[in-house]
């Protein structure tokens, strides 16, 4: 049975005052005050949930003052809610749900291949909700449950939106269809108890047929109009509960037809003047409507980031998108096993560089649970052996859950 939303909101707000007022004492001391219980054993996804899962990674669980008391996260739970995890096929598998059981996964996404019908895919949720309320899980919040319902032919559940971004910017009047498309995206993914759009594209685009607009991706190609049809878009989207994701920062406008990073590397030789005054602009309204996430690009723009994808580089995480704009939500990474990174190792040492380029959310979208879990114990290897600092790992932590307190309001 589902929590009623007034005993998610008001046990969300009592976990997160306690984590958050413990984090940020925890930061400032440049470290989290551990208790050392025995190390657990490997994983055991087929075990009743009264029974305490064994973990992978060591429990060094958190006490939190701030908690009453009670115990606080571990490491491999604070680790936890930083990924998004996937499946395959239409049911959760049963390792999955143990880890949620535990309070070790952050959120899902769903694809086409996991969703048969609205009714399926809402009793899918209710079941994966069922298992974030195990007590043995401290994080009482909803999960961060997505998809990318964007319009037109990019849906991954049926209904609206149906119209692409290219046919609102071309409709007779674009604000009120981006308003319209932004309300009915909501509420088709509120309606299945979704808490997060991976929409809308803010990308720019610069020739017709080229990688957006090809699948009708961009409103337009004058920024403004992309910035405030974007916006439109956000606002209408968050009222109705679901939070809204602007992507792909700083842009993936000027990429051509071919130029897909889910196959392949891609570099956009994009001057800065041109990344700052056209592709970025777009991000000052989605920030100025209070878009809840941004997704960052795998492009590697040199003038900006030499060598390195945007969601690794701190210069465009950290520098261009938190200082130069101001955006202080979630950010989160754009698919981890994207071919855009194959030069980059595997995904541990991916989730490892995302982290601290400042990364928020790890989205592990390869439709299989386990990729999530080396993902996370990357995270916790990178807390131990202190490649990821403390105080900014709490940060992003402090933001996701937040963000997950914040679900469906």
Same mark, same amino acid.
């Given at each position: 049975m589902r929590r009623s939303l007034s005993w998610v909101r008001i046990g969300a707000a009592v976990v997160v005052l306690g984590l958050v007022v413990f984090f940020i004492a925890s930061a400032a001391a440049g470290s989290f005050p551990f208790s050392s219980p025995a190390s657990k054993g490997s994983d055991s996804a087929g075990q009743s949930p009264a029974t305490p899962r064994p973990s992978t990674a060591p429990s060094t669980a958190v006490s939190s003052p701030a908690s009453g008391g009670k115990p606080g996260l571990s490491l491999p739970q604070m680790a936890g809610q930083r990924v998004i995890f996937s499946y395959h096929g239409l049911n959760p598998p049963a390792g999955l749900l143990t880890l949620i059981e535990h309070g070790e996964v952050g959120g899902v996404i769903f694809f086409g291949h996991n969703i048969s019908s609205l009714a399926q895919i809402t009793k899918v949720i209710s079941e994966l909700e069922q298992a974030n309320a195990s007590p043995l899980n401290p994080v009482r919040a909803p999960l961060l449950l997505m998809t990318d319902q964007e319009g037109g032919i990019v849906r991954r559940m049926p209904g609206a939106p149906y119209l692409s971004e290219r046919q609102i910017g071309e409709s007779a009047d674009p604000s009120a269809s981006a308003t319209a498309a932004g309300t009915s995206a909501g509420l088709n993914l509120r309606g299945v108890g979704m808490t997060v759009n991976l929409a809308p594209v803010l990308d720019v685009y610069r020739q017709p047929g080229d990688f957006d607009d090809q699948f009708g991706r #961009?409103? #337009?190609?004058?920024?403004? *109009? *992309?910035?405030? @049809?974007?916006?439109d878009f956000i606002t209408a989207q968050q009222r109705t509960g679901v939070a809204a994701t602007a992507k792909h920062f700083p842009g993936l406008g000027p990429a051509a037809k071919s130029q897909n990073t889910d196959k392949r590397p891609v570099t956009l030789n994009v001057s800065v003047t041109a990344i700052r005054n056209t592709d970025e602009v777009p991000y000052q309204a989605a920030i100025a409507a209070g878009v809840r996430l941004v997704m960052l690009s795998w492009a590697v723009y040199p003038a900006l980031a030499p060598g390195r994808p945007a969601g690794m580089s701190r210069v465009i995480v950290s520098g261009e998108l938190r200082q130069r704009l101001g955006f202080n939500g979630v950010t989160v990474t754009d698919a981890l096993e994207a071919g855009a990174l194959k030069k980059f190792g595997p995904i541990q040492n991916r989730a490892v560089l995302a982290a601290q380029a400042g990364m928020d959310l790890l989205l592990c979208s390869a439709q299989n649970f386990a990729e999530g879990e080396q993902a996370s114990a990357a995270l916790v290897q990178g807390y131990q052996d202190g490649r990821l600092g403390h105080p900014a790992?709490?940060?992003?932590?402090?933001?996701?859950?937040? @963000?997950?307190? #914040?679900a469906g309001s």
């Open positions: #961009s409103y #337009s190609t004058n920024p403004e *109009v *992309v910035g405030q @049809l974007g916006a790992f709490a940060a992003a932590l402090k933001r996701v859950l937040a @963000l997950r307190a #914040s």
